[in-house]
């Protein structure tokens, strides 16, 4: 994210993106895993509670090196929140409902960010700096927004879509995968930081974010 404008030499946007990159690290991310600890503690397990994590101060979420990755990439992630399924009624289908709270945030900051991008929209006027600034900030915050929702939502442990992916496999094979979940992350933001990943995780992101955008300017037709 910030790397490809400060490829392109456009500062404007370095800053506009850094700015976004520390709002969605402090103010998002945080969103993100109390959805996940909300939903949890809903299904019967404290787990997450009584480990501080039922909360939205960015402290107790932040990892550093995921925050790095929001910065550099436009991807990452935040501090696992702990579930113990064996608290659950029903540990596979409630676990799946617990990893799929997190993106599912996202999903919804990324529409109400979109909306107000659309708001703002209505009053651009001979080329308004601050109001060209505004859209440009809330127009990353709800493209970082997606693409963590659809980062997390990779089938690879430890992500949230691996917890989801176990609601459908046979249990053998699903903790037989998990065992390897530190070594799959390592590869995995190997792939990140050399770009390996970044064209489909784009690609996805995009369609995503089409979908949301249209969904969003349903309500401003009538305004253009």
Not at 63 to 88: E, Q, S, W
Not at 105 to 133: D, P
Not at 150 to 176: A, E, T
Request: with cysteine; charged share 10%; glycine share 8%.
């Amino acid at each position: 994210m910030i790397l490809d404008y400060i490829r392109s030499g456009d500062w404007m946007s370095v800053m506009v993106g850094l700015c976004v990159s520390v709002f969605v690290v402090f103010c998002t991310l945080p969103i993100h895993e109390y959805a996940h600890a909300w939903m949890s503690t809903r299904l019967g397990d404290d787990t997450a509670r009584l480990s501080g994590r039922l909360t939205l101060n960015p402290l107790a979420h932040i990892d550093p090196i995921g925050a790095l990755m929001i910065l550099l990439l436009g991807f990452g992630y935040a501090k696992p929140v702990p579930v113990n399924m064996r608290n659950f009624k029903n540990p596979k289908r409630d676990m799946a409902l617990t990893a799929l709270a997190g993106p599912v945030s996202n999903l919804l900051m990324a529409f109400f960010f979109l909306i107000i991008y659309n708001i703002f929209g209505l009053f651009v006027s001979g080329g308004n700096t601050i109001i060209l600034i505004t859209l440009n900030f809330f127009r990353l915050a709800a493209i970082i927004n997606v693409n963590l929702a659809v980062f997390n939502l990779l089938p690879i442990p430890p992500l949230d879509g691996s917890r989801i992916l176990g609601l459908i496999l046979p249990d053998r094979i699903y903790y037989k995968v998990m065992q390897y979940e530190r070594i799959i992350m390592i590869v995995v933001l190997a792939l990140l930081f050399f770009g390996v990943l970044s064209w489909p995780l784009n690609f996805l992101s995009s369609i995503v974010l089409k979908g949301l955008a249209f969904l969003a300017g349903l309500p401003f037709l009538p305004f253009h």
